[in-house]
């Protein structure tokens, strides 16, 4: 009799945890989209997908980061199919906010890993660079 109740009670909360979970990281990401838009005119992708470079570099859940950190790390895998303006402008917020301490190291790095690769190339340089050419 004690099954009837506990079990469904059990399969709620997990549920509740789960779905908000789910919502706040829903929100965070659609932050970050607005964010990058406003500030810098760069729309996301929006099957961009941050959980290989996460374990490989770190990264802090997305639940947790600010809408700035959230757009680096989505943007990151992006860099080099930005244009030069966009990637120059994208480059000095990220080292403004290293300087303030508003964004994570581990997302500092990530983010400045990519962009040495793209220092220096123009447009159409960085574009083959990105596609592998």
Do not use: C, H
């Not at 004690?2 to 990401?29: D, T």
């Not at 959230?70 to 000095?92: D, E, N, W």
């Amino acid at each position: 009799m004690v099954y009837v109740f506990v079990v469904p009670f059990v399969v709620l909360v997990f549920l509740f945890f789960f779905l908000s979970a789910s919502l706040k990281k829903k929100k965070k990401l659609q932050a970050a989209s607005v964010y990058g838009k406003d500030t810098f005119d760069v729309e996301l992708p929006k099957n961009t997908d941050i959980r290989s470079y996460a374990r490989e570099f770190s990264l802090p859940l997305v639940t947790v980061s600010s809408a700035a950190e959230v757009f680096f790390m989505l943007v990151t895998p992006y860099f080099g199919s930005l244009p030069t303006k966009k990637r120059i402008a994208l480059k000095k917020e990220i080292e403004k906010l290293s300087g303030d301490l508003k964004i994570d190291k581990n997302i500092y790095r990530f983010f400045m890993n990519e962009a040495e690769k793209y220092e220096g190339l123009n447009d159409d340089e960085a574009s083959d660079k990105w596609r592998g050419q």
